[in-house]
């Protein structure tokens, strides 16, 4: 078994349902992904002014607020050792008044190791249990062409399958009743639609009954330009879409919805007016539809550019610079969440 954390146990905050508006989070780390399979990196992180953004973001003490953070098993993984979050670094530090941690467990065994990585699973929940609010099992597990992400391993479905009942069985012996335990998606279309159905399939009743919601990573006029006049409906049909042409048929649509990544990034010909633009109109979107949608939490990508002096596409998704200045569209969000958070 891993070593626990020394940290006092905290007093859980559930994820809201019904008309309790929304839990809002942020990923802060510095190192983002690419659509090459490599990361986009900078400047290191600062703890200091992290914790400070966050505090700003979060608005009041108390406040439920996550902290998405990453970490990963693979072929070098040794079990019985504590797991370190890769990104950001000790993220249990940032689960202080209020905040707990939306804990990302990516699969990336080369070799199919689904019972390792279910073993990962359980001392994750033994290290992390008291302060993570939701743990993620794999990471966009449709996409099977970047390395970086989880459907390129062999596996991965029986990974995600089994491993949400390993880790919500050893939630159970723990205690550990406010954590939930889900999987993302990216966007689903056309043939892809059915990704979700065949996992259901695959993991049949004690894997439905074991999820506790369902996410979704969106960035709606990154990839594909979407006109601003345009950008709100987009964003709903998206939203209805992945609600009644993926969730439903496959047996999942009394889940809740969690926007797990959402972001727009800065750069040449991305002004940083349109990044502000951008994130209003789409929580303000996800908002007004969260009751009839059933969409409970929402997840910004990310809090601080990964290098601000490289012009690329992934480098500069924060709501701040690398140094932590914020852009316009970070006040955005912090008005957002008084607006609309738990």
């Known amino acids: 078994m891993p070593m626990p954390i020394p940290i006092p146990i905290p007093i859980p905050i ?16 510095g190192v983002t992904g690419d659509d090459t399979g490599h990361l986009a990196e ?7 002014r992290i914790a400070t953004a966050l505090d700003l973001l979060q608005g009041s003490p108390g406040r439920p607020f996550l902290v998405r953070a990453y970490t990963a098993f693979d072929d070098t993984t040794r079990p019985g050792e504590p797991h370190a979050t890769a990104t950001p670094d000790a993220a249990e530090q940032y689960a202080v008044r209020g905040r707990r941690l939306d804990l990302v467990a990516q699969y990336q065994s080369t070799a199919g190791d689904v019972d390792g990585y279910c073993t990962f699973l359980r001392e994750l929940v033994e290290q992390y249990g008291a302060v993570t609010n939701t743990l993620q099992v794999t990471e966009e597990p449709n996409v099977t062409t970047n390395p ?15 491993g949400v009942s390993a880790a919500k069985a050893r939630a159970r012996e723990l205690g550990h009743a406010h954590l939930r335990v889900g999987f993302n998606t990216t966007p689903l279309f056309g043939p892809a639609t059915s990704f979700v159905a065949e996992l259901t399939d695959h993991g049949k009743a004690d894997f439905v009954g074991d999820l506790d919601y ?10 594909r330009p979407v006109a601003a ?4 409906a987009a964003a709903e049909g998206l939203l209805r879409h992945h609600r009644d042409a993926v969730l439903a048929p496959a047996g999942l649509a009394h889940l809740p919805l969690h926007i797990t990544e959402h972001g727009w990034p800065t750069g040449p010909d991305r002004p940083l007016h349109r990044q502000a633009d951008v994130v209003e109109t789409v929580i303000r979107t996800v908002a007004a539809h969260a009751e009839e949608l059933r969409i409970r939490a929402y997840t910004h990508f990310a809090l601080r550019d990964a290098d601000s002096t490289n012009p690329g596409l992934f480098h500069r998704f924060g709501l701040t610079t690398d140094d932590y200045t914020p852009k316009p569209a970070f ?8 607006e609309f958070g738990v």
């Open 331 to 338: 006040e955005v969000m912090r008005s957002l969440v008084a």
């Open 148 to 162: 970086t992400l989880d459907g390129y391993y062999p596996g991965v479905n029986e990974a995600i399958a089994r």
């Open 214 to 223: 369902v996410g979704l990573d969106f960035f709606p006029d990154v990839f």
């Open 14 to 29: 559930p994820i809201p349902t019904d008309n309790d508006g929304l839990v809002f989070g942020i990923y802060p780390g």
């Open 42 to 48: 900078g400047p290191p992180d600062d703890p200091a």
């Open 229 to 232: 006049l345009d950008l709100a």
